[in-house]
T-cell receptor, first 117, second 115 residues
């Protein structure tokens, strides 16, 4: 399976600031996904990022708040803009599995744990 | 609408006990996939299994086994002879076969294995 590196692994941010999370994959992948996991909660898909096209956002998430870049087949960034304490979450990057586990299987990074004060 | 229910918020057992994590799903689709993922304290979700709706055979992998029953819309996960390293949050998920990686996630069950 692909190996995903996320940076930062954790950060403490001030209200009103923005933070960019990086996701680097060790192989080329078509589809990359950004998830949010609020404390003690399940996963919520923020957007799907395909190289060469604009990200597709899920209901409740907008580009102004969560701008995403996908400059090539191995890299993506998610920015959390104008942060508030409600944005305190783990943000997870995931990609389509490359290890032969089959369709719709995702491989995940370790996540970026953001705390907004 | 699709939905995945993991009614057990948290389970605590003593090491070496067997434990079953429940997963009940709802879907109108006749073709779909079911998944289990493990999220240890490190945070990274680890894929455990994918089962398609055509295959109701139970699966065993070491101490892990899965019981898929379409009649009750359940896909339960059993850990035999649990170990401390099994402590994690376990997520059940569902997707349509042609959904292009759009998964519906359960709320997760936190499993605590006490030594």
């Amino acid at each position: 399976s692909a190996v995903i590196s996320q940076k930062p692994s954790r950060d403490i941010c001030q209200r009103g600031t923005s933070l960019t999370i990086q996701c680097q994959v060790d192989s080329q992948v078509t589809m990359m996904f950004w998830y949010r996991q609020q404390p003690g909660q399940s996963l919520t898909l923020i957007a799907t990022a395909n190289q060469g096209s604009e990200a597709t956002y899920e209901s409740g998430f907008v580009i102004d708040k969560f701008p995403i870049s996908r400059p090539n087949l191995t890299f993506s960034t998610l920015t959390v803009s104008n942060m508030s304490p409600e944005d305190s979450s783990i943000y997870l990057c995931s990609v389509e599995d490359q290890g032969g586990s089959g369709a719709n299987v995702l491989t995940f990074g370790a996540g970026s744990r953001l705390t907004v004060l | 609408a699709q939905k995945v229910t993991q009614a057990q918020t948290e389970i605590s057992v003593v090491e070496k006990e067997d434990v079953t994590l429940d997963c009940v799903y709802e879907t109108r689709d006749t073709t779909y996939y079911l998944f289990w993922y493990k999220q240890p304290p490190s945070g990274e979700l680890v894929f455990l299994i994918r089962r398609n709706s055509f295959d109701e055979q139970n699966e065993i992998s070491g101490r892990y086994s899965w019981n898929f029953q379409k009649s009750t819309s359940s896909f339960n996960f059993t850990i035999t002879a649990s170990q401390v390293v099994d402590s994690a949050v376990y997520f059940c998920a569902l997707s349509e076969m042609d959904s292009n990686y759009q998964l519906i996630w359960g709320a997760g069950t936190k499993l605590i294995i006490k030594p």
